[in-house]
T-cell receptor
Framework: KQEVTQIPAALSVPEGENLVLNCSFT??????LQWFRQDPGKGLTSLLL?????REQTSGRLNASLDKSSGRSTLYIAASQPGDSATYLC??????????FGKGNQVVVIP | GAVVSQHPSWVICKSGTSVKIECRSL??????MFWYRQFPKQSLMLMAT?????????EQGVEKDKFLINHASLTLSTLTVTSAHPEDSSFYIC???????????FGDGTRLSIL
């Protein structure tokens, strides 16, 4: 069974600092890994998708890396802004059409 | 593209009521749709996978007679929570994908509160 863990569960940073969010998964046989953003009471917004053959993906201030062999991914958010406050979910696509989620990193960016 | 609409966004109803939640892919045909449940500060847990025109596949521990799923067309799947009780209160999210190797696109979720 695939287990996804996200550390830290919650963090607060002052505006302008870089954010580093970590995700680990137990089974390295994945097809891809995806980072989502979830605002309170809302659905999921896809941020970045990294295929298993890729090492990283970048979109604007966001950069996600993937080390499949060690079962790790890191999401970097540069120069954080108050609008970045949200919960960030990591999910791995594996097995037979399955997507396993972590519990999320709850981020608060303090103005 | 790839917009998934979920309706309603919030439901409050009495215990014993049955509640239907709709999930629509607005601009693509979804061969597969998924239903997830999320409790506060917990991860999304897959409840069931449905393919158009066939019976849904339920995850272990999910009662198929309580959570009825119908995927009648390539753009619509419904989840009916039958005889809902307070413990069924949760955030339900659907997702849809075009083909097997495509990413899932998520709806905005439905907050279900059973009194």
């Amino acid at each position: 069974k695939q287990e996804v863990t996200q550390i830290p569960a919650a963090l607060s940073v002052p505006e302008g600092e870089n954010l580093v969010l970590n995700c680990s998964f137990t089974d390295s046989a994945i097809y891809n890994l995806q980072w989502f953003r979830q605002d309170p009471g809302k659905g999921l917004t896809s941020l970045l998708l990294i295929q298993s053959s890729q090492r990283e993906q970048t979109s604007g201030r966001l950069n996600a890396s993937l080390d499949k062999s060690s079962g790790r991914s890191t999401l970097y958010i540069a120069a954080s802004q108050p609008g970045d406050s949200a919960t960030y979910l990591c999910a791995v696509f594996y097995g037979n059409n399955r997507l396993a989620f972590g519990k999320g990193n709850q981020v608060v960016v303090i103005p | 593209g790839a917009v998934v609409s979920q309706h309603p966004s919030w439901v409050i109803c009495k215990s014993g009521t049955s509640v239907k939640i709709e999930c629509r892919s607005l601009d693509f045909q979804a061969t597969t749709m998924f239903w997830y449940r999320q409790f506060p500060k917990q991860s999304l847990m897959l409840m069931a996978t449905s393919n158009e025109g066939s019976k849904a596949t339920y995850e272990q521990g999910v009662e198929k007679d309580k959570f009825l799923i119908n995927h009648a067309s390539l753009t619509l799947s419904t989840l009916t929570v039958t005889s809902a009780h307070p413990e069924d209160s949760s955030f339900y999210i659907c997702s849809a994908k075009r083909h097997s190797n495509q990413p899932q696109h998520f709806g905005d979720g439905t907050r279900l509160s059973i009194l």
